[in-house]
């Protein structure tokens, strides 16, 4: 019995002694586990290309679709003397559009977290929920596992940008420091100042890092907007 209970005794011990150890073990691999999940949201800013080609290209929109495609309705106005066909093509391309606009709203609504407006170079858009392929199609995008609206620590905002003059973050870099952000969910508004301005390698990830003391707000994207080496942050402190 005094075996048992000395026994008991020792693993007791060592249970205590090794308990914070493995507490440290595994927030070094949630930590780590978090970086990955950053540089592939953090890589998806990098892949504009395609993303720059779809705004500067407007028939790219719809050059898999004959009817709504610039060249097809093209062919049909110098090979028909049929108007009513020509309008008949023009009508199933508008109801085609107004589809994609409608799937379009409806997919944002079901995403949407709040909407991030800078008057300055008048951006207002929705923010959606992860930083994926899709949803920087669309629009612009928080990080996971960073942090939340309004709330103590800090807030990550991704976002590509295009050719088309004030498209997305396309004129991110014309923020100083001292200008206004506003998020806004369905509750309140909030106001961030910009504090901060600066570029950072590709691989940077420590930028997303939590901070524990502050409300902060970081929007990330890629410069310069051709060819781009590296990412350009803006990073705010929010206005109480």
Request: glycine fraction near 4%; charge should be neutral.
């Amino acid at each position: 019995m005094k075996k048992i209970i000395s026994m008991l005794f020792i693993i007791t011990g060592l249970i205590i002694i090794i308990s914070p150890k493995i507490s440290e073990y595994y927030h070094i691999y949630q930590q780590n586990q978090f970086i990955e999940e950053w540089q592939e949201s953090l890589s998806i800013i990098n892949d504009d290309k395609q993303s720059l080609q779809n705004h500067t290209n407007a028939e790219a929109l719809n050059e898999n679709d004959p009817l709504t495609s610039t060249s097809s309705l093209n062919l049909i106005e110098s090979n028909t003397t049929n108007s009513e066909e020509l309008l008949e093509a023009q009508r199933i391309s508008k109801e085609k559009e107004e589809t994609k606009k409608k799937q379009r709203a409806a997919y944002i609504k079901e995403h949407m977290e709040g909407m991030l407006k800078i008057e300055k170079i008048d951006l207002y858009l929705p923010i959606l929920k992860n930083a994926t392929i899709k949803n920087l199609k669309v629009s612009v995008a928080s990080i996971n596992n960073t942090g939340k609206i309004g709330k103590i620590g800090n807030y990550c905002i991704a976002g590509h940008r295009s050719h088309t003059y004030g498209q997305k973050f396309n004129r991110l870099d014309e923020l100083v420091i001292g200008d206004n952000i506003e998020v806004i969910n369905t509750t309140t508004n909030y106001n961030y100042i910009v504090y901060d301005k600066f570029l950072v390698q590709q691989d940077d990830t420590w930028v997303l890092t939590k901070n524990n003391t502050a409300k902060e707000i970081t929007l990330i994207t890629c410069h310069p907007m051709l060819n781009p080496t590296h990412r350009l942050i803006i990073k705010g402190k929010i206005i109480e």
